[in-house]
């Protein structure tokens, strides 16, 4: 069994509709939780990092984390065209590696 | 653009050879991680550097080695290299070398990566 699990997908949306990305994990000592988006097998870039159990906003962007159901989620509002992507969870310990989702691959229709 | 470089961005070569990536990390930070992604295996750790010692290790194989030198910039190095081994290599960095010695854990920057192709 995988320590971080991810649904593939692909999801396609059209644009302006609420996107919900989720993961589920197994290591209780995850308490780093990050969002990284990937364009086309380019270099993941850093969307959203929470700390423990709680939401955090920024923008049309909101992460939630749920430690005691080991659930992580992230929401995209109003999506647009150019949030078609990637988007990789990445889990971490108290130490340093980063430990990935498969990633789900999202495409936002005009 | 993180502020993390790599070169080159594309490679191909044969199997047996041997190739080198180099990797130099943001302006401050002294932590730096080799990730591989692989179309079956998504983005899985290989290897920690911090300040020129290695700190952790991941599923790095015994072919693969790495370094970091004084001007905190690193080079992996692919050695007997097989089809397997084809794949997108990245490099990411980091100020501190542990996710709790920091405020904000040691949020990683990746760069742009290399391209491997093993023909």
């Known amino acids: 069994q995988k320590e971080v699990e991810q649904d593939p997908g692909p999801l396609s949306v059209p644009e302006g509709a609420i996107v919900s990305l989720n993961c589920t994990y197994s290591n209780s000592a995850f308490q780093y939780f990050m969002w990284y988006r990937q364009y086309s097998r380019k270099g993941p870039e850093l969307l959203m990092y929470t700390y423990s159990s709680g939401n955090k906003e920024d923008g049309r962007f909101t992460a939630q984390v749920d430690k005691s159901s080991k659930y992580i989620s992230l929401f995209i509002r109003d999506s647009q065209p150019s949030d078609s992507a990637t988007y990789l969870c990445a889990m971490q310990t108290s130490g340093s590696r980063l430990t990935f989702g498969e990633g789900t691959q999202l495409t936002v229709n005009p | 653009d993180s502020g993390v470089t790599q070169t080159p961005k594309h490679l191909i070569t044969a199997t047996g050879q041997r190739v080198t990536l180099r990797c130099s990390p943001r302006s401050g930070d002294l932590s730096v991680y080799w990730y591989q992604q692989s179309l079956d295996q998504g983005l899985q750790f290989l290897i920690q550097?911090?300040?020129?010692?290695?700190?952790a290790k991941g599923n790095i194989l015994e072919r693969f080695s790495a370094q970091q030198f004084p001007d905190l910039h690193s080079e992996l190095n692919l050695s007997s290299l097989e089809l397997g081994d084809s794949a997108l290599y990245f490099c990411?960095?980091?100020?501190?070398?542990?996710?709790?010695?920091?405020?904000?854990?040691?949020?990683?920057?990746f760069g742009p990566g290399t391209r491997l192709t093993v023909l």
């Open positions: 550097y911090y300040n020129g010692e290695e700190r």
């Open positions: 990411a960095s980091s100020v501190a070398a542990l996710a709790g010695g920091y405020a904000g854990g040691n949020t990683q920057y």
